[in-house]
């Protein structure tokens, strides 16, 4: 059963830093491409990050470039998403994710966590 837990959400004054973690089980991490995704009341889920198998690559949606990054550890099953500088609009509930195929799609993505909060107060 693959399980996908994040952790690190909270409130956090615009500017500020927050780091997210997901810890996942029930698969073999390293052969999954993994993705944070974020959805804020009223909108679409979107794109944030995701990085390939072995970290080499990742890809980062333009909103959130330069501020945040993504990394991972296959050794523990996690992957990351440091987030700096952050702004009222990146209020919003987080999301990883993970597929076997790189993609920034929502649909692209078979396994999905429960979602961490994330509040940037101005």
């Known amino acids: 059963q693959v399980q996908l837990v994040e952790s690190g959400g909270g409130l956090v004054q615009a500017g500020g830093s927050l780091r997210l973690s997901c810890a996942a089980s029930?698969?073999?991490?390293?052969?999954?491409?993994m993705g944070w995704f974020r959805q804020s009341p009223g909108k679409e889920r979107e794109f944030v990050a995701a990085?390939?198998?072995?970290?080499?690559?990742?890809y980062y949606a333009d909103s959130v470039k330069g501020r945040f990054t993504i990394s991972r550890d296959n050794a523990r099953n996690t992957v990351y998403l440091q987030m700096n500088s952050l702004k009222p609009e990146d209020t919003a509930v987080y999301y990883c994710?993970?597929?076997?195929?790189?993609?920034?799609?929502?649909?692209?993505?078979?396994?999905w966590g429960q979602g961490t909060q994330v509040t940037v107060s101005s």
């Open positions: 029930g698969l073999t991490f390293s052969r999954y491409v």
């Open positions: 994710a993970a597929d076997r195929r790189v993609g920034i799609r929502v649909i692209e993505y078979d396994w």
């Open positions: 990085i390939t198998w072995s970290g080499d690559s990742t």
